[in-house]
């Protein structure tokens, strides 16, 4: 099984500010991660996938970089609604058994 | 408009059955594969199971093994998932999703699921 791992736990962010949320795969997945935003009481949304590539209707203030085990979402300047819970999830083996990061909360400082 | 809807949740006492259902519209539905996703309370999110296309394989994480059950009826553009001897931990809201290359887009807006007596 990949293990997943995100930190920090908890980030608090200034609105305007910079954001750089980490993601740690067990063991190499390529490029096979995506990021998800979920805020309370919805479901997870689809922010990046392919490490880089950014989901349609998503912003460009929100990018992702990264390969192998190490990789990175950066958000360039928080806006009141990117308050939200982040997670990660590896895609790449085979046969298709995922998993998830534990999740980065984003809140305001 | 993609859409996908679960429906099936409730209270159900341990070691009880229920049947959750995934409505999905919008999209070719038989072209997806599809999944269940589910969240404990306060929790992160867990991948629970995966069917393809044509229903010929099936994935599950290790806890839900030999206790639940993935299916679709592409003519009828829905998913289910048969939970049975359901545990306290089981207790979440689940969700249904698709995907053909391992990310998840759509999600439905979940169902939860209680075990408790």
């Known amino acids: 099984e990949i293990v997943m791992t995100q930190s920090p736990a908890t980030l608090s962010v200034s609105p305007g500010e910079r954001a750089t949320l980490s993601c740690r795969a067990s063991?190499?997945?390529?490029?096979?991660l995506a990021w998800y935003q979920q805020k309370p009481g919805q479901a997870p949304r689809l922010l990046i996938y392919?490490?880089?590539t950014r989901a349609t209707g998503i912003p460009a203030r929100f990018s992702g970089s990264g390969s192998g085990t190490e990789f990175t979402l950066t958000i360039s300047s928080l806006q009141s609604e990117d308050f939200a819970v982040y997670y990660c999830q590896q895609y790449n083996n085979w046969p298709p058994l995922f998993t998830f990061g534990p999740g980065t909360k984003v809140d305001i400082k | 408009e993609v859409q996908l809807v679960e429906s099936g949740g409730g209270l159900v006492q341990p070691g009880g059955s229920l049947r959750l259902s995934c409505a999905a519209s919008g999209f070719t539905f038989s072209s997806y594969w599809m999944s269940w996703v589910r969240q404990a309370p306060g929790k992160g999110l867990e991948w629970v199971a995966n069917?393809?296309?044509?229903?010929?394989?099936?994935y599950y994480v290790d806890s839900v093994k030999g206790r639940f059950t993935i299916s679709r009826d592409n003519a009828k553009n829905s998913l289910y998932l048969q939970m049975n001897s359901l545990r306290a931990e089981d207790t979440a809201v689940y969700y249904c999703a698709s995907w053909t290359e391992g990310w998840f887009d759509p999600w439905g807006q979940g169902t939860l699921v209680t075990v408790s007596s």
């Open positions: 063991q190499s997945v390529s490029s096979n």
């Open positions: 392919g490490a880089s």
């Open positions: 069917i393809k296309q044509d229903g010929s394989e099936k």
